[in-house]
């Protein structure tokens, strides 16, 4: 005897092995902005972007990733202003005032931090985190982004050191010893919302240090996430990708955005079916 049919014209056996075999967790979007950038020069941000997009583009947990300019990025915001979607905005030292209007005329509830907010995440490289270019913004992004008065992103040529992690998910970029000019200070966030999730790289080795970059700074109540990858003046450094092993070997598992496996469910599904039926 065949299966009944339901009342939507579906076998409920091929129903359920259907949803078994294309079921997956939600993808994320990724939005990278050159258009304007600071502390590299235009062309070699826009290298870097090719080679993250590259490196990026087709792969699972990847819904779709768009290389944007600075009037389009604020629909873009609006429009992945979801709650947990673990989407990225990818910066190369600029923060673009058509999501943060320059000069912090708008300090709280702009484009930029209502996104954050939601649960989703920027990425930056180069220059000071929110900082703006030529300083439009100053200390005052970063503090009203995170909503933690006084912290700062000083100390040019701060020593760093590859982590345990950072050799594990950075292998191909990071190098035993480098420096960074605005590395995130860990200390500063000390009895607020955020916390340290994960230094690829830090002042002292490995997850105690005060000072990280590369590195995952989360928010533990709104679920946002900010990347810092080499925020350096003027050296080289694999900006592209080192955000694109970030991604692929860390982040989008820590999202929870990878497809999910359908391995070794179908034969039980099956089986217990049979002896129901």
Partial sequence: MFPRRTAFGLYPLLALWAFVVFAARAGIDIAVYT?????????????????????????????????????????????????NGHHIIVLYGDFPPTIYPQGNAEPDGSLAEEFLDAGNTFANSNDYFFWGLNGRNQEGGLQNM????????????????????????????LPDKYTVDRPFHVDQIAGTDWELEIAFGSNTGDQSGTRCDPCIIHNTQTDGRLIQV????????????????IILNYYLEAVDALPVEPKGKLSTTWADLKIGR
């Fill in 146 to 173: 995170m909503d933690i008065p006084g912290i700062t992103m000083w100390d040019d040529n701060t020593p760093m050191t590859a982590t345990a992690e950072g050799k594990k998910y950075m292998p191909n970029t």
């Fill in 230 to 245: 080499f925020q350096t003046n003027g050296l080289e450094q694999k900006e592209g990708e080192g955000l694109a092993e």
């Fill in 35 to 83: 258009e304007t950038v600071q502390w590299i020069a235009q062309p070699l941000a826009q290298q870097e972007a090719d080679k993250l997009i590259a490196a990026l583009e087709g792969k699972p947990g990847i819904d779709s990733i768009v290389n944007i300019g600075m009037q389009d990025l604020a629909a873009w915001t609006e429009q992945h202003t979801v709650k």
